[in-house]
């Protein structure tokens, strides 16, 4: 039995201690949205919270994640939406959407490090892969949050 | 019909099942089950509840590129009501099927999800709206002529009184249809042709379960699969004995052509997979190779008997008299589509002999036949559940190996839910590949430079012979491998076009705008006589261009928009490209710049499109962008590559996608001149490689022939 603690809540999970947290999360959690694109770590579209660290949770295994705090895109935004999860549907950033959630939790990370980030840092920070070519979207919509004060300053509280 | 049978379902399950059975149904109409309140199906395409609340069927698929929500513009505009109570929801392909196809074609691909269903659909609103009028005009007993409609609300002058499309929803649709339904100008539309947001989006930014890969049903086991490595081999033997005692596993399925572990996980299933020992009857083609390949191909290029898909005029003679003849060969490679969720299928082969499939599809009625055909089912005892898809670009839609496969392994546990993943692997490796091709132009010009003549020899797979065998008949031409030579629209007096069909054992299919490849190819050569004729690519280009065509005003749009002409600092460079396709005219204009060490940087491309109407300008844009990205990657680095009759790369490490860092500033300048329907989803891609590749001469003087650059700039 694995200790975890995903979005605020204590789960206790009956599974391999070296399982990925992503397949934790998606066949026994039932959190499905974080998702799998590669499996290795190259694409981004599984990124999660530990801790408040983006981490690609195709290979953290699920037993490095006990006593930490993971906080996936269900957990985001609280009750309501993330300042993000809003400038991402004003902006319409996502088109198929599969990485979408990945980017997100990766921009949340990005944010409550470096609150205005400038080209240069998104570009560090952001090397989740998008096939539908979000990528123009996903600057602006980081941009515009990083501009709004109160916005920016909750992104940071929720991913600090 | 009153409660349509969907509806019905839909809200009995969300009402009496937990939460798993909701995540089956993540697209359900909300509305209809917070009030339980019955609901109305006016006609097949809109359904609306008693608070006003809209529902659209939309019958193609969602992979990003908007149809969900354009489709739903288009009824609504013509229904006339409020935007801001309008959901869509996708039809039900078994339904489709029992009521004679009813939605019209389901296919999603070739950029017609809107331009082909755009009048019946619009007609659709109509009629429903029409007969909204009618049944309030029968209650007022009033003529209908009298009664103006706003925004749902039905309002009858004279007499002040009004109603809303909820109250009347139910009287509307015991009437007939209309018979006469005229459609509004579209210089009037209020709803569509505006920039509105998309319906799917903010459950995809909410992480909600819309995708194939998040099907959840009770009991459901997951399977992972290995299927021959070299295309077109079979399985020999299995040695199973490790696996089947690793933990969640539930069972080893064999078939002709692939093993599936079925497990309690998708990773325990993928452990498991990776421990069978598995031999394989690897068949003629183990000794295939990229460089065979391209043997076979040049060998396609030197045979003496070609069919003809094209001959105007007499090219020889004037191949003989022109003051000069230019010849280059182009190729490409073998790409995959590489969608970022990767294939998947949920099928329940149900205790009464049903088959209900869950599936990231582009045509929900090919899945269905597939699955039909493969369980040996009628059609009417299989449901097929479209799911929102991660990534099409063709890959989804032909081929439908998944859905067959997904149901094979059900029927291997009949009564067992179980949701099929491909791993990454697997699906680099065993995708329906972008064809590998080459080609051979020559062009004969006179003492002006002028092109006169033009003989192009194309070898390439035909994806039609493989995906759609009845597509190509008894013909020897695959209009897809000789596209933008066939139809080329620059006024050339002579002109030859000649097809090596070489097909090999690659499975090839249709990716994004399929042929883009000879965009690039003629629009770099046409660049290359420009340069050879000492003048200006885009005036080269427009000269050979009449007047009205479509082309030339997007050209010229494209032009004007980049400052074509205008200087740029010193280490930037433009190219420019013109295409059709897809029902649209596309010209680009690209600027670059090329590092010491030979890197590519794209700064800025400027996009027109002319696509006739449009219907939400934003989504139009968004898919420029897309178009952008995804071919700049098959410019940098992205190839498939064959050895020893399978595919050599296998992840993103070796097949690797642009980054945020690489994407370049996009100007998307719609010109739509109306009169016609253009796609979106894939014009854009057209002159993205050879505006590039173009721009890339420029800057460097080397004349990109083949695909994908990888370090040829640096050995420039």
């Known amino acids: ?160 | 019909m009153n409660i349509n049978r969907r509806e019905f379902l839909k809200a009995s399950v969300a009402l009496g099942g937990g939460l798993s059975l909701e995540f089956s149904f993540p697209l359900v109409a909300k509305a209809a089950i917070a009030s339980k309140a019955p609901v109305t199906e006016v006609n097949a395409w809109v359904v609306i509840h008693p608070d006003d609340q809209v529902v659209v069927r939309i019958a193609r698929s969602e992979m990003g590129q908007g149809t969900y929500t354009a489709l739903a513009q288009l009824v609504a505009e013509e229904l006339d009501c409020d935007w801001a109570k309008v959901s869509s929801e996708f039809a039900s392909p078994n339904e489709h099927i029992r009521r004679k196809r009813i939605w019209g074609s389901m296919s999603t691909g070739g950029s017609q999800g809107v331009r082909s269903s755009q009048d019946y659909v619009r007609k659709a609103g109509a009629a429903a709206r029409m007969m909204l009028v009618n049944a309030a005009a029968a209650r007022w007993k009033v003529a209908a002529t009298e009664c103006t409609v706003e925004r749902g609300v039905i309002t009858h002058g004279p007499s002040r009184r009004s109603l809303r499309y909820g109250e009347v929803a139910a009287e509307a649709a015991r009437l007939q249809p209309p018979q006469d339904i005229p459609l509004r100008d579209p210089k009037d539309w209020k709803i569509a042709g505006k920039s509105m947001h998309r319906l799917d989006i903010p459950d995809k930014v909410m992480g909600k379960p819309v995708f194939g890969v998040d099907v959840v049903l009770p009991g459901m086991l997951h399977a992972s699969i290995a299927q021959c490595p070299v295309f077109g081999g079979k399985l020999k033997s299995v040695d199973a004995s490790v696996a089947e005692k690793m933990r969640g596993v539930k069972k080893v399925v064999r078939e002709g052509d692939f093993v599936a572990v079925v497990a309690d996980s998708w990773w325990r299933a993928d452990q498991a997979l990776q421990k069978l020992r598995i031999e394989w009857d690897a068949g003629a083609n183990s000794n295939v190779s990229s460089e065979t390949i391209t043997a076979m191909l040049r060998d396609g290029l030197a045979d003496p008997k070609l069919p003809q898909a094209r001959k105007v005029g007499d090219g020889d003679t004037a191949m003989a008299a022109a003051a000069r003849v230019i010849e280059a060969e182009y190729s490409s490679p073998y790409l995959n589509h590489a969608t970022m969720e990767p294939q998947t299928c949920t099928a329940w082969l149900k205790p009464e002999g049903f088959l209900e499939v869950w599936t990231s599809t582009q045509d929900g009625e090919a899945s269905m036949a597939a699955a039909a055909a493969t369980a040996g089912l009628p059609l009417e005892k299989v449901e097929v559940h479209k799911m929102m898809l991660g990534g099409g670009f063709g890959r989804r839609g032909g081929p439908q190996d998944f859905v067959r496969q997904g149901v094979r392994i059900a029927m291997a546990l009949p009564g067992t839910p179980v949701k099929m993943m491909w791993s990454r692997e697997e699906d680099m490796q065993h995708g329906f590949y972008r064809p590998a091709s080459m080609v051979r132009m020559k062009a004969g010009l006179d003492a002006k430079g002028n092109l006169i003549a033009m003989h192009t020899r194309i070898a390439c797979p035909s994806i039609l012979k493989v995906l759609m065998p009845q597509a190509m008949g008894n013909g020897a031409i695959d209009f897809t491998a000789v596209r933008s030579f066939t139809d080329m629209p620059y006024a050339v007096p002579h002109q030859q076009v000649d097809y090596a069909m070489r097909n090999g054992h690659v499975p090839v299919g249709f990716w994004r705008a399929p042929g883009q490849q000879n965009s690039f190819y003629r629009e770099c050569f046409i660049d290359e006589l420009a340069v050879a004729a000492g003048k200006d690519p885009v005036e080269y280009r427009r000269a050979m261009l009449k007047p009205d065509d479509r082309n030339r005003l997007v050209l010229e749009a494209a032009a004007k928009a980049a400052g074509w002409g205008t200087p740029l600092p010193q280490h930037i460079h433009r190219g420019v490209a013109v295409s059709d396709g897809f029902g649209s005219f596309a010209a680009m204009v690209a600027e670059v710049s090329v590092g010491a060490k030979g890197t590519l940087k794209v700064h800025r491309i400027v996009v027109a499109i002319d696509s006739g109407h449009v219907v939400n300008p934003d989504t139009c844009r968004a898919q420029a962008e897309g178009n952008v990205i995804y071919g700049l990657g098959t410019i940098i680095n992205q190839e498939n590559r064959v050895k020893n009759g399978r595919i050599v790369e296998s992840n993103f490490h070796d097949f690797p996608l642009p980054q945020i860092s690489d994407m370049p500033k996009v100007e998307t300048v719609l010109v739509p001149t109306g009169g016609f329907w253009g796609g979106h989803g894939e014009p854009a891609i057209l002159p993205l490689v050879p505006a590039v590749c173009n721009a890339i001469f420029a800057a460097t003087g080397k004349r990109v022939r083949s695909l994908p650059l990888k370090s040829q700039l640096s050995q420039a």
């Open chain 1, 1 to 160: 039995m694995l200790k975890l603690n995903v979005n605020g809540k204590q789960h206790q999970v009956d599974v391999e201690p070296d399982m990925p947290l992503l397949w934790v999360l998606r066949d026994h959690l039932g959190l499905l949205g974080a998702k799998y694109g590669c499996g290795v770590a190259l694409c981004g579209a599984c990124t999660v919270h530990v801790d408040g660290a983006p981490v690609r949770s195709c290979v953290v295994p699920a037993s490095a994640a006990v006593g930490k705090a993971v906080v996936t895109i269900e957990g985001l935004g609280g009750s309501g939406l993330h300042p993000l999860q809003a400038a991402w549907i004003e902006h319409e950033v996502p088109q198929c959407g599969y990485c979408q959630t990945g980017m997100i939790m990766s921009a949340a990370a990005l944010l409550a490090k470096t609150p205005k980030p400038s080209d240069a840092d998104i570009d560090q920070a952001m090397t989740n892969l998008c096939r539908c070519g979000t990528y123009t979207r996903v600057r602006e919509a980081i941009h515009a949050v990083a501009a709004k004060p109160a916005a920016a300053k909750k992104a940071q509280g929720r991913a600090p």
